[in-house]
């Protein structure tokens, strides 16, 4: 079994923005939020929010449950 390590320097890029660090703080309440939902909580455009989403994704720390047309974002 190989144990991967993570890329530490991208965690910490990814973490260190105050609109990505106010996201996760929003996803602690423990519900599932859209783009749209995180967007307005964090007082951005849904586009920027997205941006945001997808490198959260990208260093999985969210995850993503799509149910018909909407996408739900959790810890």
């Known amino acids: ?3 991967v390590e993570p890329n530490m320097d991208s965690l910490v890029r990814t973490i260190g923005d105050p609109t ?10 423990g519900r599932a ?3 749209k939902e995180l967007a307005c909580g964090v007082k951005i455009e ?4 997205t941006s ?3 490198r959260l994704l990208e260093d999985q720390l969210i995850a993503v449950t799509i ?3 909407h996408k739900y974002f959790r810890l």
């Open 46 to 49: 849904p586009s920027t929010a």
């Open 52 to 54: 945001h989403l997808r």
């Open 67 to 69: 149910h018909g047309r």
């Open 1 to 3: 079994m190989m144990n």
């Open 33 to 35: 939020l859209t783009a």
């Open 20 to 29: 990505r660090i106010r996201m996760l703080t929003l996803l602690m309440e």
